[in-house]
């Protein structure tokens, strides 16, 4: 951490931006105690690269982690805009102070791709970056009145907006704060919004917290704003209706386009298949099945809330004829289906996130549970069938080749006695944009996979 350092700070600014001397633990005293504090959105300070460190900025990363830091200089409290400058203390970029995280300035905007004021605001920095994040969304289609009604507008380091997440959902916007520089500027964080998405009739921005990044901010905050936000409505995704409670953390978006892909390849099968949906949550993957003209599909989570939910939207979407929704242990499940010999023509498997943490030996041990889980579930292909498996996990998508979903796949396949072909890798819908500076940042990979 930039107090660790121990480096005392250089002056650059005079008059209102005037330095005092003092080292970076100092700094990090003060932030904490007013981290919340509505502050004016003007520059408070600078922190200096080492030599040569410069490259980091021209290479495009969102963030500067403390190792790269040389000195602070001025009297910025944790959340404040500061100057990013180089050795020489040219003006590289602009970003958000957080000297008690591991990454000490979020980047916000390089200097040379800023073509307005010299001395910008937090407000002119985020209406910018909003800016370029919806015209980016444009340009993918979306949001498509009547079709497509959710998607992501800000995908935090892949907008150049760290910590920052905003779904939207019709005329909900969602915004997932996930660092201390967005509770901090949260007014110029809902005027850009406002300002972006003046279009949107009636627009409400719902504000929840991340609570884990943000206590890694030193944010002791208890409340993350389900209570307060947990309405339900309806909205559209790829022509279908969903019941939606965004307030709540429910993600429809980053399997929009491999909901699409199932939907086309149901579609243009020889015979209308049985389908098996399992970790359905909300039923996204079984009723874009269905709709795309599937001969049976159920549809198995082992949470009666999440079934209920799923159960609903089959009705809302008139397809209950075709659509069995069951609560049950996915183990469970599985054993008893092979049990009874079914077999199902397209499986899908979509289960939570299990494999969260990249230590050596409790990534390794993770990863024998997706084999394991991966194994029994390709034992319901039928000869010649589709899976579609996923994984949730950003250390499992961005691991070593030796260590890949792929190469898991394909230990399962060998212990199941199964052959596999990979049709098809993807990862979330294109709204969850990445930065090529940054791609670890990506977070789910899905296989499909023909199993003979």
């Known amino acids: 951490m930039l107090g660790s350092l121990a480096l005392c700070l250089t002056a650059r600014y005079t008059g209102q931006r005037q330095a005092r001397r003092r080292c970076s633990r100092c700094a990090v005293a003060e932030a904490v105690a007013e981290k919340v504090e509505t502050v004016s959105g003007e520059v408070k300070g600078a922190v200096k690269l080492k030599e040569g460190r410069q490259r980091l900025i021209e290479d495009g990363t969102p963030l500067i982690f403390d190792g790269a830091v040389e000195a602070v200089l001025g009297t910025p409290l944790v959340g404040d805009l500061v100057e990013v400058i180089d050795a020489n203390e040219s003006v590289l970029a602009w970003g958000f102070f957080h000297p008690s995280s591991l990454y000490a300035v979020r980047v916000l905007a390089r200097e040379s791709s800023w073509k307005e004021s010299s001395d910008p605001t937090v407000y002119e920095l985020l209406s910018r970056r909003l800016e370029l994040a919806k015209d980016t969304r444009r340009l993918l289609g979306l949001p498509k009145p009547g079709e497509d009604e959710v998607y992501r507008l800000v995908n935090s380091e892949g907008d150049m907006l760290s910590g920052l997440n905003v779904d939207v959902y019709g005329n909900v916007?969602?915004?997932?704060?996930?660092?201390?520089?967005?509770?901090?500027?949260?007014?110029?964080?809902?005027?850009?919004?406002?300002?972006?998405?003046a279009e949107v009739?009636?627009?409400?921005?719902?504000?929840?917290?991340?609570?884990?990044?943000?206590?890694?901010?030193?944010?002791?905050?208890?409340?993350?704003?389900?209570?307060?936000?947990?309405?339900?409505?309806?909205?559209?995704?790829s022509g279908l209706r969903f019941f939606v409670s965004p307030g709540r953390g429910q993600k429809y978006f980053p399997q929009r386009e491999n909901r699409k892909m199932i939907r086309e390849l149901v579609r243009h099968q020889e015979k209308p298949p049985r389908v098996l949906d399992l970790c359905c949550y909300h039923g996204g993957f079984a009723i874009s099945a269905a709709a795309g003209g599937a001969a049976e599909v159920v549809a198995v989570d082992s949470s009666k809330s999440a079934v209920e939910v799923a159960q609903r939207n089959v009705e809302l979407n008139l397809l209950s004829e075709k659509v069995r929704v069951t609560t049950s242990d996915m183990a469970g499940f599985v054993h008893e289906e092979q049990k009874n010999q079914k077999e199902y023509d397209i499986v899908i498997?979509?289960?939570?996130?299990?494999?969260?943490?990249?230590?050596?030996?409790?990534?390794?041990?993770?990863?024998?549970?997706?084999?394991?889980?991966?194994?029994?579930?390709?034992?319901?292909?039928?000869?010649?069938?589709?899976?579609?498996?996923?994984?949730?996990?950003?250390?499992?998508?961005?691991?070593?080749?030796?260590?890949?979903?792929?190469?898991?796949?394909?230990?399962?396949?060998?212990?199941?006695?199964?052959?596999?072909?990979?049709?098809?890798?993807?990862?979330?819908?294109?709204?969850?944009?990445?930065?090529?500076?940054?791609s670890e940042a990506g977070f789910l990979t899905a296989l499909l996979l023909r199993v003979d």
């Not at 943000?214 to 559209?236: H, I, P, R, Y």
């Open 349 to 438: 498997f979509d289960p939570p996130n299990l494999a969260g943490i990249r230590d050596g030996p409790a990534f390794k041990k993770s990863s024998r549970k997706v084999q394991a889980l991966n194994q029994e579930v390709m034992k319901l292909v039928a000869k010649g069938g589709l899976l579609l498996t996923c994984t949730g996990s950003q250390v499992m998508t961005n691991a070593r080749v030796e260590d890949s979903f792929i190469k898991t796949m394909g230990l399962a396949a060998k212990a199941a006695g199964r052959e596999l072909t990979l049709l098809r890798q993807t990862q979330a819908s294109a709204d969850c944009t990445l930065l090529p500076a940054f």
């Open 173 to 197: 916007a969602l915004v997932r704060a996930g660092a201390l520089w967005i509770e901090k500027h949260r007014a110029d964080v809902e005027k850009a919004l406002q300002r972006v998405l």
């Open 201 to 237: 009739p009636d627009l409400e921005i719902v504000w929840q917290r991340n609570l884990g990044p943000l206590k890694k901010d030193g944010v002791e905050v208890e409340d993350d704003g389900t209570k307060e936000n947990s309405a339900e409505f309806q909205v559209t995704e």
